[in-house]
T-cell receptor
Framework: GESVGLHLPTLSVQEGDNSIINCAYS??????FIWYKQESGKGPQFIIDIRSNMDKRQGQRVTVLLNKTVKHLSLQIAATQPGDSAVYFC??????????FGSGTRLQVQP | KAGVTQTPRYLIKTRGQQVTLSCSPISGHRSVSWYQQTPGQGLQFLFEYFSETQRNKGNFPGRFSGRQFSNSRSEMNVSTLELGDSALYLCASSGDRDYEQYFGPGTRLTVT
């Protein structure tokens, strides 16, 4: 499998609990943000996005919150399942299709 | 709809050699971006192509180059390989009207 990051912060949760993954971004001019999920040996998979004119967006079992005042994003996963175990990245659009990625958080779901 | 495909999936090269990686975007997507992923530096933007033109470039040396063909397929080339070029190289495609990028599985390059 792929070693995405040797020293990633890890969030460990029990199956069925809610997970919250946080991310600080750097560019106050960024207008678009995405959360990606990356499983071992695979490329990043799109989860949910949000534009800078919004502060909350909901998807299926996931919610993204954006706080532009403190340049903070969070991803909430409801009823976390073992299949949610992966590395999660936030990304900000800093130019045309030029995404700047955060360092990632490893989510471990305990059965 | 088929996803983004990358070839080859794995590659081993020697220092000083050059390498070419290929990416086929999702049908209808004209934008292709390339990223390098390493444990130390994470995911870093290399460059983006749209309609055969490079529109944006990240902070990588000139040894890293790319091109895009009229069918939107893209290649990236790394010349004079260094050990530090060992990484997972990812390409992503997106449609004209949105920033949502869809990633391929990547090419794992190992430089020995």
């Amino acid at each position: 499998g792929e070693s995405v990051g040797l020293h990633l912060p890890t969030l460990s949760v029990q199956e069925g609990d809610n997970s919250i993954i946080n991310c600080a971004y750097s560019n106050s001019a960024s207008d678009y943000f995405i959360w990606y999920k990356q499983e071992s040996g695979k490329g990043p998979q799109f989860i949910i996005d949000i534009r800078s004119n919004m502060d909350k967006r909901q998807g299926q079992r996931v919610t993204v919150l954006l706080n532009k005042t403190v340049k903070h994003l969070s991803l909430q996963i409801a009823a976390t399942q073992p299949g949610d175990s992966a590395v999660y990245f936030c990304a900000e659009n800093t130019g045309r299709r030029a995404l700047t990625f955060g360092s990632g958080t490893r989510l471990q779901v305990q059965p | 709809k088929a996803g983004v495909t990358q070839t080859p999936r794995y590659l081993i090269k020697t220092r000083g050699q050059q390498v070419t990686l290929s990416c086929s975007p999702i049908s209808g997507h004209r934008s292709v971006s390339w990223y390098q992923q390493t444990p130390g530096q994470g995911l870093q933007f290399l460059f983006e192509y749209f309609s055969e033109t490079q529109r944006n470039k990240g902070n990588f040396p000139g040894r890293f180059s790319g091109r895009q063909f009229s069918n939107s397929r893209s290649e990236m080339n790394v010349s004079t390989l260094e050990l530090g070029d060992s990484a997972l190289y990812l390409c992503a495609s997106s449609g004209d009207r949105d920033y949502e990028q869809y990633f391929g599985p990547g090419t794992r390059l190992t430089v020995t």
